[in-house]
């Protein structure tokens, strides 16, 4: 790697999700590049002016993050890691604010979703943002105490703005999901998963055949989604992750199997599985 | 069905695309029921204040709209239709703007994303909003002639806007599919398309077991989807659509093959499928 600190470049602001995934899994000491979009971020890792790039690929309560999909699919980029973030979503508002004043909060689309029945029960108006931390940011210049944001405590803490209100969204498991992306696969890993991308031919059965090879080699699938592509509508391609390491004879042959039932077959990576820390 | 006309709910102001569908399903004869979020649209019809609600749940580009497959999960309402609307974004400013005087363009983010080649190429900055025809009201209301709106040319013919340029989005073949919900299943229709959700064990092989009734009766799947349950993370839903008749002798067959596999299994119902207009 490279002699000095890290370089790891994410999208948002300093304080967004983004930044805390990448935190968790290179620790205090890496230089954060703030980008301002995934596709920056993995042009900078192609590029080389950042080491790794961290990516949401996933929140449990929204979904897929649809652009991640695309760039991991025209990407040369390989899959080294994964970071779940517990997403906890505060009103952040100026100095000296309190909650009656806010008439106003904004924030990235997705965390406004999140906090929906929170904003509708105090009335506020949502205005949508391009990042979370972002929002934070705004809400410090415009200097108006009838506005808020909602971001991490973090972002509050870094812009110098006062916690009005925390755990304010709806679904308290709300976790998103983060790749941490490279130029080069990782070694093997303890607790090995492997993401691989695939399409079919549109026929009665070809998910199911595609779905074979792991089935019969009991290789436990973590989750399957599918993508329109930009070619043509309504064909699609798979995302599938899978416990195992593509290394592994019985993975290897699963994907051997899998690569002659297939139109398209790329494997994205096989790193360590990210923990979750649940309270149940 | 009601004595005056039909009422028909969708999200976003009149212009909206989703207002296209409705009046590309129900023909002009329709009383518009405009509605501030995907929610309200459900609600409507459930209560009765609408007949029909037409929704999103997938565009050819960005992928499935989240927010209206987690509501046919919850709603007790039924799919009856669907409808393709071929998405041609303008940019469309005030009357007697230029666009080499336009500086920021406001639309909903997925529009800005769609035509995200276009924006940087024009170097525009972009602002979100809730609603593409939304937008054009918004920038009709503030008047200023460096702010322009991403939208359909239906949308500025209703608010008396000019359009710049038309056909602005980066991948010509967009369209958005949205689905026409109602109280009452519908009659048997001529091409048959069924949407079920399900989930499955978390276990190997149970996804691939679970498409086993459809390989196996040629039943062919047109769309599958996982989503994310909200009580546990990283356990999923399934949306599945497949040709074919809920009523008919094969397809019940195969749903009670299917049910006796999976935790749940909800139908969301049989209607006619809807039709594309390619062009190649």
Redesign the interface.
């Known amino acids: 790697m490279s002699r000095g600190k890290l370089r790891v470049a994410f999208q948002g602001e300093l304080g967004s999700y983004s930044e805390e995934a990448a935190s968790k899994f290179f620790g205090q000491d890496f230089e954060p590049v703030p980008m301002r979009s995934l596709l920056s971020v993995f042009t900078a890792v192609e590029a080389g002016s950042a080491d790794y790039g961290v990516v949401p690929i ?7 993050v ?2 991640t ?1 695309d760039l991991l699919l025209s990407s040369g980029l390989k899959v080294v890691g994964e970071v779940y973030v517990r997403v906890v979503h505060c009103l952040i508002g100026l100095d000296g604010a309190e909650i009656s004043e806010i008439k106003r909060v904004y924030s990235h ?1 997705q965390a406004l ?1 999140q906090c929906r029945a929170y904003i509708t029960m105090m009335g506020f108006e949502p205005v ?3 990042d979370t931390a972002g929002a934070v940011k705004l809400v410090k210049e415009m200097g108006d105490r009838s506005n808020a944001a909602i971001a991490s405590e973090r972002a509050a803490g870094i812009y110098g703005m006062k916690v009005l209100a925390k755990g304010i969204e709806d ?1 308290g ?1 709300n ?1 998103t ?1 983060f790749l941490v992306m490279g130029r080069e696969a990782v070694g093997a890993p303890r607790r090995p998963k492997t993401s691989v991308i695939f399409s079919v031919p549109h ?3 070809a ?3 595609a ?2 090879p ?2 019969t080699r ?11 592509t ?5 064909q ?1 391609y798979f995302f599938v992750d899978f416990e195992g390491d593509a290394r592994d004879e019985r993975v290897r042959e699963a994907l051997t199997d899998l690569a002659s039932r297939t139109l398209f077959l790329k494997v994205l990576g096989t790193y360590e599985s990210g923990r ?1 820390e ?1 309270e149940e």
């Open positions: 996933e929140n449990s309560i929204e979904g897929g649809g652009e999909y689309p979703a949508s943002t391009y679904y498991r976790y999901r026929r009665a059965g998910l199911y055949r779905l074979e792991f089935a009991e290789i436990n699938l973590t989750k399957i989604e599918s993508r329109p930009r070619a043509r509508p309504w699609y979750v649940f």
